[in-house]
């Protein structure tokens, strides 16, 4: 028996990376405080991977078609654009144009998250980063390397939202 080989995107391939976390507050408040987080709070230089020093957005980051410049604090940036905002299930957006040295590894990153129902009227996150490598070496070389410290990378992002989200809800909770 002979297969069909996987059909293969016509600007790259593929290489998911998938974090999860489960926050004990509501999706809504989930949403409302993680599509326009400040991307410098959540994302600290880990390895090789820089953190976040800036962004020069210059409105809320709510809205489709928005795109911000994201600099780095190696010194690289990329360009930033947001896609979709389907309030409170899910966004997703993509980062292109890196000057850092992912842009001899990738075209862009494609990043989607899903807010679903958790336990207790808590909310299950899903967070996919897509990198879409230039070809298969490249795609070899993210596998091998960027893929395993980018898990751990947005892990720690979670981590920080839930600490925040979760103190923000007991907070709620105190002062009703």
Not at 68 to 96: C, K, M, N
Not at 136 to 157: E, F, G, K, N, T
Request: overall charge neutral; glycine content about 6%; charged content about 20%.
């Amino acid at each position: 028996m002979t297969s069909e080989p996987p059909a293969v995107p016509a600007k790259g391939i593929r290489l998911d990376v998938v974090a999860r976390v489960d926050i004990a507050a509501p999706a809504e408040a989930c949403f409302e405080h993680i599509v326009p987080v400040e991307l410098s709070r959540i994302f600290r230089p880990y390895w090789l991977l820089p953190g976040v020093e800036r962004t020069d957005e210059r409105a809320r980051w709510t809205t489709p078609g928005l795109s911000r410049t994201v600099y780095f604090t190696d010194g690289s940036r990329a360009e930033e654009r947001l896609t979709t905002v389907e309030a409170p299930r899910s966004f997703t957006y993509s980062i292109s144009g890196f000057t850092g040295v992912n842009r001899f590894l990738l075209s862009r990153i494609d990043g989607a998250w899903e807010f679903g129902e958790g336990a207790a009227g808590g909310t299950s996150i899903v967070w996919t980063y897509s990198l879409v490598c230039h070809n298969l070496i490249a795609r070899a070389a993210a596998a091998a390397i960027v893929a395993p410290m980018l898990r751990r990378y947005l892990a720690r992002a979670l981590q920080t939202l839930k600490a925040d989200l979760e103190a923000e809800a007991a907070a709620s909770v105190e002062g009703a």
